[in-house]
């Protein structure tokens, strides 16, 4: 883990970068991180997050921006612009069922090809995907999805950038913090080794290549 | 009493205690509010959290405790919390044990369609899929009709949200269940007559030789 500036972190960014963003609703949203997103103008992203959020919250601050290309999520609803963007063909838009979202990012971060889930079985959901009978039910194979960033929200990092997160801020976090090639991460407090202890880490140290640095 | 009212009372004669049970937005959340003093069930968050409190009261907010449409919440004493991918682990792998769902059509043979209106309403389905899918019971909360329509009808003409079938419907006029997967009236709201029910109802009902009146 290297500690470094906003500034820097989002500079790696290019435009066009595939992105994770954690937080549901805006909660657990590395809104710091969005913030300089915005400053530095990073176009054409290609986002995947929970939701839309709604607009100056969490990532809906992208889509008042007008940085995204494309957004995989499984909820918009609560953002009018983000239905305006998709309805006018500026995004395009995967709506995919949350449980799906999750278990597609955590096979990416695991080393899975995809999932076999029996949610969206003889729905619109299941409109060009592969079906496939185990014991007799029926499954659609979910393939895994990957990021070229992970931008993350914890609530406690340490020296080290072992991560712990607070109450419904965890959401997706953890998932995206193993599915992304270079994970950026903001917290709350940032904390010596030793206070968060070993049984209360939820995102080890080594999968966090970049923490940003208190002022 | 309001319809809603009649709807949440009636929805929370079905919970039991040690129950693990995810109230969708709208109708659903009334649920809580009726759950009966002796009856103790955890409530699922799908945003991660199990143990949801009421709201809370007035400067006690959390901003990193919230539901899953990111109002302020409480957590009750033993509540925990985690990531979505465990949220819908247990969502789909059977662990909750009754989900409260709104509709906007559910049909005779007990399909429900809530999450999109083609060219309309296209805001995403959420976690309904994975509800629909992966709970135990699901029971769906909703009015009878909306703006006159029937809202129980034949065959869902609206993209369905799951190919597996509800267990129940609580409307404000009527309960029904899906006994041999047919719609079948279960109970009447107070002051409502079988006749009644069936004059506003486009599915064919399946009338049992005696329909009891709703216990709310």
Redesign the interface.
């Known amino acids: 883990m290297k500690a470094i500036s906003l500034e820097e972190a989002v500079a790696m960014i290019p435009a066009g970068a595939s992105v994770m963003v954690g937080g549901?609703?805006?909660?657990?949203t590395p809104e710091r991180l969005l913030d300089e997103v915005v400053r530095q103008h990073k176009t054409g992203l290609v986002l995947i997050a929970?939701?839309a959020?709604?607009p100056g919250k969490g990532v809906g601050k992208l889509f008042d921006a007008g940085l995204v290309s494309r957004l995989t999520?499984?909820?918009?609803?609560?953002n009018p612009k983000a239905?305006q963007q998709?309805?006018a063909n500026q995004i395009a838009v995967d709506?995919?069922?949350?449980?799906?979202?999750?278990?597609r990012?955590?096979a990416g971060g695991c080393g899975l090809g995809g999932v076999l889930?029996?949610?969206?079985?003889?729905?619109?959901?299941a409109e060009g995907k592969r079906q496939i009978e185990i014991d007799g039910k029926?499954f659609l194979l979910e393939t895994a999805l990957r990021a070229q960033f992970a931008l993350v929200h914890a609530?406690l990092a340490d020296y080290l950038g072992n991560l712990a997160?607070?109450?419904?801020?965890?959401?997706?976090?953890?998932?995206m913090a193993m599915a992304a090639d270079t994970v950026i991460v903001t917290a709350e407090h940032i904390v010596p080794v030793g206070v968060i202890a070993p049984d209360h880490v939820?995102t080890p140290a080594p999968l966090v290549d970049y923490l940003i640095a208190n002022e | 009493m309001d319809a809603q009212e009649i709807i949440g009372r009636r929805v929370a004669r079905e919970l039991r205690t040690g129950h693990l049970v995810n109230l969708g937005i709208g109708i659903p959340t009334l649920v809580a509010n009726y759950v009966p003093s002796d009856i103790k069930v955890f409530f699922q968050s799908e945003n991660g959290l199990i143990g949801t409190g009421p709201i809370p009261e007035q400067g006690m907010a959390h901003p990193l405790l919230t539901d899953a449409g990111g109002r302020p919440i409480s957590a009750l004493p033993g509540a925990c919390t985690f990531d979505s991918a465990m949220s819908f682990g247990l969502i789909r792998g059977g662990h909750v044990d009754v989900t409260v769902l709104g509709g906007l059509q559910v049909d005779a043979e007990g399909h429900l369609a809530n999450w999109m209106i083609p060219g309309k309403m296209v805001p995403g389905m959420g976690g309904a899929m994975d509800l629909v899918s992966g709970a135990k019971r699901v029971i769906v909360a909703m009015q009878h009709a909306a703006k006159g329509k029937s809202k129980i009808v034949s065959k869902c003409t609206l993209p369905l949200t799951s190919s597996r079938t509800v267990d129940l419907v609580v409307t404000d006029i009527a309960v029904i269940g899906f006994p041999d997967g047919k719609a079948t009236l279960m109970e009447t709201a107070p002051g409502v007559t079988v006749a009644e029910v069936m004059a506003v109802t486009e599915a064919e009902l399946v009338i049992p030789d005696t329909v009891p009146e709703m216990k709310i």
């Open positions: 549901f609703m805006g909660v657990g929970n939701d959020a709604t999520a499984s909820h918009i609803g609560l239905q998709m309805l709506l995919i069922p949350q449980g799906t979202l999750a278990e990012i955590r889930t029996p949610t969206g079985v003889g729905t619109t959901v029926a609530f997160y607070a109450l419904t801020a965890r959401n997706f976090n953890p998932v939820v």
